[in-house]
């Protein structure tokens, strides 16, 4: 499962270039203030906001799923006494990703009335998943030096 889920994450990943190209290369996911999507936003072709709505509701939702499941899945697997509390951030993660997706699908469909709250769910999003990210390499270090030791 943890193999499957890491295949998804980096095909899911490397589709996300056809959706850029798409989009003319930027997203509204990599904006990291409502400032600063308000003002993409307003920039994109009706056409370039069906697109992304589309990337957004089906690309974007099964994405935070894939990673979120392999590092919930790999942290567990390889945190032993830790991963309890080593898991959070890995939780925290899809979960705030998946709040943004709704921010901003609400947006690019006509409501941007919560394009603000990307100030706060951009970063923390980002900040969760480089956390727990570090987080796994811990485990997998830990679990490597256990098992020399055996």
Same mark, same amino acid.
């Given at each position: ?7 998804? !994450? ?7 270039? !056809?959706?850029?190209?798409?989009? *003319? ?19 994109? !072709? ?16 099964? &994405?935070? @799923?894939? &990673?979120?499941?392999?590092?919930? =899945?790999?942290?567990? /697997?390889? =945190?032993? *006494? @830790? ?7 890995? %939780? ?17 469909? =006509?409501?941007?009335?919560? @394009?603000?709250?990307? !100030?706060? @769910? ?19 270090? %830990?679990?490597? &030096?256990?098992?020399? /030791?055996?």
């Amino acid at each position: 499962m943890l193999l499957f889920l890491l295949v998804a !994450s980096v095909a899911l990943s490397v589709a996300f270039a !056809s959706v850029r190209v798409q989009l *003319d290369g930027a997203m509204l996911d990599f904006m990291m203030n409502g400032t600063q999507a308000r003002a993409h936003l307003a920039s994109m !072709s009706p056409e370039q906001k069906d697109t992304h709505f589309w990337a957004t509701v089906l690309h974007d939702t099964a &994405y935070p @799923l894939a &990673y979120g499941g392999f590092l919930i =899945g790999a942290i567990w /697997r390889f =945190g032993g *006494d @830790l991963r309890k509390w080593f898991v959070v951030p890995a %939780i925290a993660a899809p979960f705030l990703d998946l709040l943004e997706n709704f921010v901003q699908a609400l947006a690019l469909s =006509g409501n941007a009335t919560f @394009l603000g709250l990307k !100030s706060l @769910l951009t970063p923390a999003k980002f900040g969760c998943i480089l956390m727990a990210f570090a987080l796994l390499v811990t485990c997998l270090g %830990i679990a490597s &030096y256990k098992r020399l /030791r055996a």
